[in-house]
């Protein structure tokens, strides 16, 4: 069935460290969507990748969409104190449905 | 992206009970979403409700528990029914914005504790 796997699912790095978050699909996906969820916030739209091997960058983050349109990533580069947060990844297929991964939660260590 | 105002932001319920929650949109959407964030997890698709017609329940959601109602392009209801502490959980509606690649855009949630 679809399904979005997304690793890891949590990560502590110290300030100013880089992060990775991964999201895999088993099946092709039409694109992909990144959020963001401050703790005791609500999800925020963060991008969304379409095409096949596409890379796009919002300052320190960094988002890439496989050539397969079957896996993601976002890097943070030289994480600060706001990046804190849970990190979602969210799948939409071909018949529509969007499944979104378990999300990564970012701890900063001062 | 649309604004989206949700209420209540929290409540606590005694079991049984029942508890509407609200959603407006400051613009027309076709469609909306309703999901359940239980705590430290991730979002799970309720429903989609359209105007004018049922809404579409997911996989292991009924009507009878989760009654929405959408009477217009900007207003949206869903009722948690017979509440459990298994219903504890935070309920967040969307609505996907079109113009510009605004993804989905949420609003701020009900958490909701049953007791």
């Known amino acids: 069935g679809q399904q979005v796997m997304q690793i890891p699912q949590y990560q502590h790095v110290q300030e100013g460290e880089d992060f990775t978050t991964y999201c895999n699909s088993s099946t092709t996906l039409s694109n992909i969507q990144w959020y963001k969820q401050r703790p005791g916030g609500h999800p925020v739209f963060l991008i969304q990748l379409v095409k096949s091997g596409e890379v796009k960058k919002q300052k320190r983050l960094t988002f890439q969409f496989g050539e397969a349109k079957k896996n993601s990533s976002l890097h943070i580069t030289a994480t600060q104190t706001t990046d804190v947060g849970t990190y979602f990844c969210?799948?939409?297929?071909?018949?529509?449905?969007?499944?979104f991964g378990k999300g990564t939660r970012l701890h900063i260590l001062p | 992206s649309a604004v989206i105002s949700q209420k209540p932001s929290r409540d606590i319920c005694q079991r049984g009970t029942s508890l509407t929650i609200q959603c407006q949109v400051d613009?027309?959407?076709?469609?909306m979403f309703w999901y359940r964030q239980q705590p430290g997890q991730s979002l799970t698709l309720i429903a989609t409700?359209?105007?004018?017609?049922?809404?579409?329940?997911e996989s292991g959601f009924v009507i009878d528990k989760f009654p929405i109602s959408r009477p217009n392009l900007t207003f949206s209801t869903l009722t948690v029914s017979n509440m459990s502490p298994e219903d504890s959980s935070i309920y967040l509606c969307?609505?996907?914005?079109?113009?510009?690649?605004?993804?989905?855009?949420f609003g701020s949630g009900t958490r909701l504790t049953v007791v």
């Open positions: 409700a359209n105007q004018g017609s049922e809404a579409t329940y």
């Open positions: 969307s609505v996907e914005v079109w113009a510009g690649p605004y993804g989905y855009t």
């Open positions: 969210a799948g939409r297929y071909r018949d529509d449905k969007i499944i």
């Open positions: 613009s027309q959407v076709t469609m």
